[in-house]
């Protein structure tokens, strides 16, 4: 028996509904995003969860930034959306499939990820409820090319959980991942009137510039941010010790209905490029 006929797999969505269905459709529509723009040698970036049509450039500048690096292995973390739980989620499936093509999960890395810590399971229900990660799967497929991924949700933003998530990430990647993306998939502002959303993601952006992982966690916590992908960030800047530059690329935003007007959610597009090889504590 064919053993790719045994591999679980994880279908889209949102496909049809955020970004098209049609593989041609779809590949045109992020030719249109790269077309003429340049390329860099990213390690992290973050990339934003929304419908193309208000956050396909911002998802697309963000892959870019990273397009020249040597990369074989793709990280996507992701906030639980939900319910939040103190767990950190892997997929049992696989294969993770939208119409630009099929990604294989690097079950090796899966393994030295999860080992034998418990707040760290595998349930596909989370995987299947979440669009944040699935969002990014087009890009990749696209700009990044053959590589494997690693899909990751995070259930809360605490300090504890953050901890585990970034040991975790040093059991697979070491504490100077080589060939490794890591995408943190984050919007910047929740959804709620245009002057406090951008005025949070002002203060978000100013916080992921200086690198302080525990202060964006705290921030996050109290509610001074809002961006949901906080703690996924917060846990590869300590893996590397806050060493990156970071590039505020491109920004968009949402416009509420006509019953809602004046409400918005901030996106950005953002890179980080590693200045020093870091430890972790």
Not at 199 to 208: I, M, Q, S, T, Y
Not at 251 to 259: D, I
């Amino acid at each position: 028996m064919n053993n790719a006929k045994l591999k679980k797999m994880r279908k889209p969505i949102v496909q049809g509904i955020f970004y098209p269905s049609d593989k041609e459709k779809l590949s045109q529509l992020i030719d249109s995003y790269i077309q003429d723009k340049s390329r860099g040698q990213s390690n992290l970036i973050i990339s934003p969860h929304a419908g193309y049509s208000t956050t396909g450039q911002q998802m697309a500048d963000a892959f870019l930034s990273a397009a020249s690096s040597d990369i074989h292995e793709v990280v996507i973390i992701s906030p639980v959306h939900r319910e939040e739980t103190d767990k950190i989620i892997l997929p049992q499936s696989s294969i993770f499939y939208t119409a630009a093509g099929e990604l294989e999960v690097n079950m090796k890395s899966l393994h030295l990820f999860k080992d034998d810590d418990p707040s760290i399971i595998r349930d596909e229900i989370p995987h299947l409820e979440e669009h944040g990660i699935e969002d990014q799967l087009p890009f990749i497929s696209h700009i990044m090319g053959d590589v494997k991924i690693l899909p990751v949700l995070l259930g809360k933003t605490t300090i504890s959980m953050v901890k585990k998530l970034t040991k975790a990430l040093r059991r697979a990647y070491g504490s100077s991942p080589e060939n490794v993306l890591f995408v943190v998939t984050s919007n910047l502002s929740l959804y709620e009137s245009e002057k406090n959303a951008l005025a949070k993601a002002n203060r978000a952006l100013e916080l992921f510039e200086k690198g302080d992982w525990r202060e964006i966690c705290e921030q996050k916590r109290t509610g001074q941010i809002d961006a949901c992908g906080s703690g996924c960030l917060s846990a590869v800047l300590a893996l590397y010790d806050k060493s990156f530059e970071m590039d505020l690329i491109s920004r968009s935003k949402s416009e509420g209905k006509e019953s809602e007007k004046g409400k918005i959610v901030s996106y950005g597009a953002v890179s980080f490029k590693e200045k020093c090889n870091g430890t972790i504590e």
